[in-house]
């Protein structure tokens, strides 16, 4: 099992920005489908981005709407979430995950980060005037 941390959130103005970063360790391996779930006041978790530290591929969830953007630090390996343009519908509980193991083609997806992945402890991020 792997060891998430998660940084970065904050409150933001509407049209503001914020980058996460999710730090992952005692995983044994860099092998992993890697990235966020978020959960919604009163709603259910949804997958927001994945990250495939094999290949290097990146997958979104229909939320984001091309205003998020998934990364990894070449020098710390940790996983980012740039968020751009940001609404007060994101905000949510962030929460980095991951499954450990080297995938191939789309199995590294957001929702299977959701339904299958172990989940960090959450970092907060509100979106308000």
């Known amino acids: 099992q792997v060891h998430l941390v998660e940084s970065g959130g904050g409150a933001v103005q509407p049209g503001g920005s914020l980058r996460l970063s999710c730090s992952a360790s005692?995983?044994?391996?860099?092998?992993?489908?890697i990235g966020w779930v978020r959960q919604r006041p009163g709603k259910e978790p949804e997958g927001v981005a994945s990250?495939?530290?094999?290949?290097?591929?990146?997958f979104y969830g229909p939320i984001p709407r091309g205003r998020f953007t998934i990364s990894e630090d070449n020098t710390t390996n940790a996983v980012l979430l740039q968020m751009n343009n940001l609404e007060p519908t994101d905000t949510a509980a962030y929460y980095c995950?991951?499954?450990?193991?080297?995938?191939?083609?789309?199995?590294?997806?957001?929702?299977?980060?959701?339904?299958?992945?172990?989940w960090g402890h959450g970092t907060q991020v509100y979106v308000e005037y």
């Open positions: 995950a991951a499954i450990l193991g080297e995938y191939t083609g789309n199995w590294c997806r957001p929702s299977r980060l959701r339904d299958q992945g172990d």
């Open positions: 005692d995983s044994g391996t860099r092998h992993m489908c």
């Open positions: 990250f495939n530290t094999n290949d290097r591929s990146a």
